[in-house]
Every structure is written in structure tokens, then in C-alpha cells.
């Protein structure tokens, strides 16, 4: 199948739009028009899990780090990233990194190690700002109905759980339709007024041009009227980190026992136990410290993430158990994910999980 297929199912999933500012998701290598053969999913694309595609026959490699994170100036191999990129090229494999996008949706890095813990009623820790807009739109009354059916069907008016969600305003408008036009009402060359209906419709930048389109189609007049207005609410369903409960209370240490064994943890570095018990719980794949406010503000008694620095721990200040638990580990599982979603929507497609234990820190226990 195409390149395309494959990228436009993943950002699907986790549309690019909700990518950190600092990221480099998406396709880093390869053209969206190249056939893909089988595609080998990683954690992360190292040297070693590029010859792993080498020797299987893969010639895309899907990976959640990107192995291309800052600008690159020079090509000469004095470093691994420059290394996989040429030998990537010289070998003709795709590179895929769905990244922290896939990190703020709620199915995806979090959902998965939250499955792991056995977390229920999740939602996103720190519901993310700056991704919504709404659409302003002016049509004839008796059309109304189908042009907001339409925009529904794009992907526009969804709040949290609820869909097919516009405010509606019966108005007058007034129009001339000048030379070389072909008006819907009206006649060239006369002020016509129509009675019409102001839509109002919130969406997701990542459906833009999608709502746009199906605007156009479903609008009768010649010329569609509408506003687009930058909002500043946040998604709900859209975020960094993670919120959720467990089914029943555990004390501190029976519960990071549990979290040692569920992600097979050399070890776990952790602030001083509080002596509470544990059922609210926040976490974040990777590097979560930046979300240490939200987790006491959600009221959660332990946060599990990873790469804490030591002053850091001190920020708990005894209100909050803080968990490291190790960045591989605590985003080993969605590679399994990935493999998982993309095997249900192409069951015929050749797809690999890495053998790779792409894993750069050990212990000495």
C-alpha cells in the first residue's frame, strides 16, 4: 500500500495538530507516495532497530521518539542520529514518529500504562489550550439543517461527550449579486434580503480543513459567508498526562509493588511515603515533571512518571507521593499499542514489533 494510507490512519489517531510546539512528529524520512512493503514499530529508531528492518524486509520504521528531535546542519555520521538518517535514505525505509501527539490523546501512551495500573474514569491531567476554534456561518433558514448536519458529520460540534453541539440565530441578510455571478436567490444587479440562520459550531483544529470542505459542499450560495475565531478553551479530551482511579484503595507500598511488577521495573526512585491510602492516581509517560502542580491540584495521593532530577523530589512537599519509575518503562507499552491499532485497521498488512530493547539506561542492583 501507499506511504499515505499509513500516515493519514496514524494521524487519525493522533492528529499532528496536538503535537508539542518543541516536537518533530510525523514523516521524517521517505515520500508519502512510496510503496510500503511492512513496517517495523519501535519505541525508538536506533541503529539497531534500523538493520533489524534491514534484515526483515521492512521499509518503514514507525517509532514514538523521533530520531530527528533538532534542526541537522551536516550529513558525515559523527553521531547516531546522523547515522540512522543516512543509512535510512541509502536503504530506502520510511521513518515515522508519532510522538507527543500521540501523547495527549486519550487513547494512546497514557491510556496504555494506564491499563497497565488498572486506572478507571481517566482523563487527561492537563487538558490542552490553543487546539479549538469555532466556526461562524450564515445560510438560508430553509438549508440550515443540512449545512449543520454536514459540519457534524466533519467533525464539528463535539464538547467532551456531547456531539452534534450549535448555537443557532434567525437573522436577516442582505446581498447584490454583481456581473458574472450565479445567485442562488436573487437577481443580478438587486439588494436582495434572505431570511437566515447565524451557526455556531466549535471544532478541533485538527478537522479544520475537513469542516471547511464539507462547509463549501453543503452551503447553496455561490459565495459561503463565515468566521473563524481562535479560542482559548481547553480540550477535554485532548492533554498532556493522565488522571484516573483505581478500583478499590492500596496503601503506598503495596501499590508501587504492584506498579514495579505491572512495568517491570529494575527499580522505582520515590519521595517519602505519606501513610495515606492510594485510589486517586496521576500519571505521564516520559518526563512528567512539569505536571507536578496539576496532579496535587487533581487531588491524586501518587504521581508516576519519569526522568525527576533530585531537587525536583522536593517539590512534593509532603502532599504528594512522587513515583519515578523510569522513561523506557513507563512508555514501553506503546509500541504494543501501536502494533495492536494498526494490525485492526490493516489485518492484511505485514507489520513487526521491534526485538529491540531500545532501553539506554541499566542498573546495577
Known amino acids: 500500500m501507499r506511504l499515505k494510507e499509513i500516515t ?82 541509502k536503504h530506502n525505509i520510511a521513518l515515522y514518529a508519532i510522538h507527543t501527539n500521540y501523547d495527549n490523546v486519550l487513547d494512546g501512551v497514557n491510556k496504555a500504562l494506564a491499563d497497565k495500573l488498572g486506572l478507571k474514569n481517566l482523563k487527561p491531567l492537563a487538558p490542552k489550550s490553543g487546539i479549538l476554534k469555532k466556526l461562524v456561518t450564515f445560510c438560508p433558514s430553509a438549508q440550515a439543517e443540512e449545512v449543520r448536519q454536514a459540519l457534524f458529520t466533519a467533525g464539528a460540534g463535539n464538547i467532551g461527550n456531547y456531539s452534534e453541539c450549535s448555537y443557532n440565530t434567525e437573522g436577516l441578510g442582505t446581498f447584490k449579486a454583481g456581473p458574472g455571478s450565479a445567485p442562488f436567490v436573487g437577481k443580478q444587479g438587486e439588494q436582495h434580503r434572505e431570511s437566515e440562520t447565524r451557526i455556531e459550531v466549535i471544532y478541533s483544529i485538527a ?91 487533581a487531588g491524586a495521593a501518587i504521581f508516576i512518571t519519569a526522568d525527576y532530577k533530585y531537587h525536583e523530589f ?17 512508555e514501553q507499552f506503546t509500541q504494543t499499542l501501536l502494533f495492536e491499532r494498526i494490525s485492526e ?16 539506561v541499566n542498573y546495577l542492583i
Open 8 to 89: 493519514d490512519f496514524l494521524e487519525t489517531l493522533a492528529p499532528l495538530a496536538y503535537q508539542e510546539e518543541y516536537d518533530n512528529s510525523g514523516l521524517l524520512v521517505g515520500s508519502y507516495d512510496e510503496d510500503v512493503k511492512s513496517a517495523l514499530i519501535s519505541l525508538d529508531c536506533t541503529e539497531a532497530v534500523l538493520d533489524e528492518a534491514i534484515r526483515k524486509g521492512c521499509n518503514l520504521i514507525i517509532s514514538h521518539h523521533p530520531i530527528v528531535f533538532k534542526g541537522l546542519k551536516k550529513f558525515n555520521g559523527k553521531n547516531y542520529v546522523e547515522r540512522v538518517v543516512m543509512k535510512a535514505i
Open 207 to 297: 478537522s479544520e480543513s475537513k469542516v471547511l470542505k464539507a462547509l463549501f459542499k453543503a452551503h447553496p450560495y455561490e459565495e459561503v459567508a463565515y468566521d473563524l475565531y481562535a479560542i482559548s478553551n481547553a480540550h477535554p479530551q485532548v492533554g498532556s498526562g493522565m488522571l484516573g482511579d483505581l478500583e478499590n484503595p492500596m496503601n503506598e507500598l503495596d501499590f508501587l509493588k504492584l506498579v514495579k511488577k505491572q512495568l517491570n521495573c529494575s527499580l522505582i526512585r520515590h519521595t517519602d511515603l505519606l501513610g495515606k491510602e492510594i485510589q486517586k492516581v496521576a500519571i505521564c509517560g516520559g518526563s512528567g515533571s512539569f505536571l507536578l502542580p496539576q496532579a496535587i491540584q
Open 314 to 330: 522536593f517539590d512534593a512537599e509532603g502532599r504528594i507521593v512522587i513515583a519515578d519509575v523510569g522513561h523506557y518503562e513507563s
Open 345 to 360: 485497521k490493516f489485518p492484511n498488512f505485514a507489520l513487526h514489533l521491534t526485538e529491540q530493547n531500545t532501553n539506554p
